[in-house]
């Protein structure tokens, strides 16, 4: 095996779900000369990183890898995300000044790790009176909890692949709360 590759890097956080971390792996030789190098020391993970690819990798060979957030997020289909997107547009449309409808849209997993890869989604569309959509952005931005949203088309978009449970009332209060 003359060809074979000696080491790969991956994203911990794309590839597993796990926390942020660039992961090496192969052949112990090859890794044993990469720790020689001054930077290993300045670049290694920390305790607490290493605990949680520990715990994610764990979940994985569990069978349990559904149950880690970013695959979850991941994993779920465009029909699965409309109704999410349909009731967070419901709720921002009861808000005075916000208008909000859902279009089909794509996610990034990870632009670094899978650049051209896109996952179908549902997004919400939104505009409140009085704001730009750049203005819109920065205002969620500084509300607590801060919602960060993308801009396309001179609105807000929000992608409810990256919601967890509850987030979507956190999000309308910071609508509410807008100044």
Sequence with gaps: ??????VVSFS?????GGPQAGLLVGR??????LRKN????ALRLDKVSLAGIEATLELMLDGRGAEIPARAMMLRTADSLRSDAEALAESLTAIEGVTAEVVAGESQPGSGSAPGVFLPTSVVRTRT????????????RRSDPPVFARIQDDAVLLD???LLAGD??????AYRALP
């Design 168 to 173: 979507a009332e956190r999000v309308a209060a």
């Design 38 to 41: 001054a930077l290993y020391r």
């Design 129 to 140: 009176s009085g704001k730009t959509a750049d203005e819109l952005a920065a205002a969620l």
């Design 1 to 6: 095996m003359k060809d074979a590759v000696d």
């Design 12 to 16: 911990g956080v794309k590839i597993l």
């Design 160 to 162: 409810p692949r990256t």
């Design 28 to 33: 112990r030789g090859a890794i044993d000369e």
